[in-house]
């Protein structure tokens, strides 16, 4: 069995009271959930939104990563900082990243090394456009996203990650996938992988991100190789976010 996770990523949105609430809403409903729920909200609420999980077993996040060690890169983060103010988790190539500030697939890859060197989880963001996806593409796209990563790092870097399947055409829109065709991606990506290796493929966490809200959660979430969500706008609302952390608990 695999460990199911929910995580939320809060993307450019609240301030500090806004942080404390949902913190303090979501860790009081979740603690009944055997799933792993991750925050990940932005940068400058890292530290403080790791003082309020102290004895929670919610777990930290950061957005995106540097794909440098150190030194003279203003306004980057490092995989050691992330580390050091308590992250477990960074999300790498989402697909806000790969569109809106040109991060390709190498760029990716080099980040997802920077994260695994210091010990964080990545989350590989990988998914096809809509125009990709009409021209019966999706599975050859994903694939070539996650074969950059194994020819950068090799396919045992895979064990300390997750990927999150998440359509671009679903990704805020309110269109999600439906459960079938998460599941036909998430089984070719596994599929492939099992190929490659077969305990990777086997053990490795396949989350679906894109418009899941409360109502389509469990749905989704009942496909045999989706082991949870990468949610956004839906992550922002207490109640919402803590109905989807719910939804494995009633799926089996
Ligand atoms: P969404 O975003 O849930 O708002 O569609 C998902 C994501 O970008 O991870």
Redesign the pocket.
Same mark, same amino acid.
């Given at each position: 069995m695999r460990q199911t996770i929910v995580m939320g990523?809060w993307?450019m949105n609240g301030l500090t009271e806004k942080v404390k609430s949902l913190i303090s809403d979501v860790s009081r409903e979740t603690n009944s959930t055997s799933t792993n729920v991750v925050v990940i909200p932005p940068y400058p609420y890292l530290a403080l939104v790791r003082s309020l999980l102290v004895n929670t077993p919610i777990c930290l996040g950061a957005q995106s990563v540097s794909e440098f060690q150190q030194g003279a890169y203003t306004g980057e983060i490092s995989a050691d900082m992330l580390a050091d103010v308590g992250c477990q988790y960074v999300l790498v190539g989402?697909?806000?990243r790969r569109q809106l500030f040109a991060e390709d697939n190498a760029t990716v890859a080099r980040k997802f090394k920077q994260a695994v060197e210091y010990g964080l989880t990545p989350v590989l963001c990988i998914g096809e456009t809509l125009e990709a996806r009409e021209q019966n593409k999706t599975i050859q796209i994903v694939v070539s996203q996650i074969q950059a990563v194994i020819d950068l790092c090799g396919i045992e870097a895979l064990n300390q990650s997750v990927i #999150?399947y998440?359509p671009v055409w #679903? &990704? !805020?829109?309110g269109k999600t996938a439906t459960p079938e065709q998460a599941q036909a991606v998430h089984q070719a990506i596994r599929g492939w992988l099992t190929e490659k290796n077969l305990e990777i493929g086997q053990q490795i966490r396949i989350l679906y991100?894109?418009?899941?809200n409360g109502s389509n959660a469990q749905s989704i979430f009942s496909m045999p190789d989706v082991d949870g969500g990468? &949610? !956004? !706008? #839906?992550s922002l609302k207490a109640h919402e976010f803590v109905t989807i952390c719910h939804s494995f608990d009633t799926t089996d």
């Amino acid at each position: 069995m695999r460990q199911t996770i929910v995580m939320g990523n809060w993307k450019m949105n609240g301030l500090t009271e806004k942080v404390k609430s949902l913190i303090s809403d979501v860790s009081r409903e979740t603690n009944s959930t055997s799933t792993n729920v991750v925050v990940i909200p932005p940068y400058p609420y890292l530290a403080l939104v790791r003082s309020l999980l102290v004895n929670t077993p919610i777990c930290l996040g950061a957005q995106s990563v540097s794909e440098f060690q150190q030194g003279a890169y203003t306004g980057e983060i490092s995989a050691d900082m992330l580390a050091d103010v308590g992250c477990q988790y960074v999300l790498v190539g989402h697909s806000e990243r790969r569109q809106l500030f040109a991060e390709d697939n190498a760029t990716v890859a080099r980040k997802f090394k920077q994260a695994v060197e210091y010990g964080l989880t990545p989350v590989l963001c990988i998914g096809e456009t809509l125009e990709a996806r009409e021209q019966n593409k999706t599975i050859q796209i994903v694939v070539s996203q996650i074969q950059a990563v194994i020819d950068l790092c090799g396919i045992e870097a895979l064990n300390q990650s997750v990927i #999150a399947y998440e359509p671009v055409w #679903a &990704i !805020g829109t309110g269109k999600t996938a439906t459960p079938e065709q998460a599941q036909a991606v998430h089984q070719a990506i596994r599929g492939w992988l099992t190929e490659k290796n077969l305990e990777i493929g086997q053990q490795i966490r396949i989350l679906y991100g894109g418009s899941v809200n409360g109502s389509n959660a469990q749905s989704i979430f009942s496909m045999p190789d989706v082991d949870g969500g990468l &949610i !956004g !706008g #839906a992550s922002l609302k207490a109640h919402e976010f803590v109905t989807i952390c719910h939804s494995f608990d009633t799926t089996d």
